[in-house]
């Protein structure tokens, strides 16, 4: 049982470029999520999804894209990165809506 | 407007002894409260937890106070050891159809030997 693991572990991407984070999961969660955390700040919320095939925005969506093709992974993209999005990302998911959530170990996306 | 507060961005405790953590909200509707614990290149891992309707959650070395009127809730570790050296994030959520946890920026704790 991995948990919650996310792909790749770290990333530096030039202005502009684009790239795809993986989420999975093994729990049979329902409810998956995406955060960034940045130096001084909490996680904060990007997307989340609340089941297969359904996603829906959090507290900053922009500049980013995400997918729940299968109930079991959770991508996030970013299609033209910024430096602004030099962050910390971390997925999480939930069996219950609202329940603790378990967080993968996250990656670390540099934009130069 | 930061819903969730965490004033002290660091604390230093020795081994054996108590350490405080607090955390302060300003949501009135916030009604489930979480506290995580981060290592350095890991994500944060569920700890504790308390409901609104309680006062007081315990769980081993941990316990978590909550006292709705002043809005404020904190995070006990006895005795504290060098392993609990760690970020440590409160989180609130409000109830019912809502999913959305609300971090603080967290607290940095070390337990010197």
């Known amino acids: 049982n991995a948990g919650v693991t996310q792909t790749p572990k770290f990333r530096v991407l030039k202005t502009g470029q684009s790239m795809t984070l993986l989420c999975a999961q093994d729990?049979?969660?329902?409810?998956m999520y995406w955060y960034r955390q940045d130096p001084g700040m909490g996680l904060r919320l990007i997307h989340y999804s609340v089941g297969e095939g359904t996603t829906a925005k959090g507290e900053v969506p922009d500049g980013y894209n995400v997918s729940r093709l299968k109930k079991q992974n959770f991508l996030l993209g970013l299609e033209s990165a910024a430096p602004s999005q030099t962050s910390v990302y971390f997925c999480?998911?939930?069996?219950?809506?609202?329940?603790?959530?378990?967080f993968g170990p996250g990656t670390r996306l540099t934009v130069t | 407007d930061q819903q969730v507060k965490q004033n002290s961005p660091s604390l230093s405790v020795q081994e054996g002894r108590i350490s405080i953590l607090n955390c302060d909200y300003t949501n009135s509707m916030f009604d489930y409260f979480l506290w995580y614990k981060k290592y350095p290149a890991e994500g944060p891992t569920f700890l504790i937890s308390i409901s609104s309707i309680k006062d007081k959650n315990e769980d081993g070395r941990f316990t978590v106070f909550l006292n709705k009127s002043a809005k404020h809730l904190s995070l006990h570790i006895v005795p504290s050891q060098p392993g609990d050296s760690a970020v440590y994030f409160c989180a609130a959520r409000i109830g019912g159809s809502n999913y959305k946890l609300t971090f603080g920026k967290g607290t940095l704790l070390t337990v010197n030997p």
């Open positions: 729990m049979n969660h329902e409810y």
């Open positions: 999480a998911s939930s069996l219950l809506l609202g329940d603790e959530q378990y």
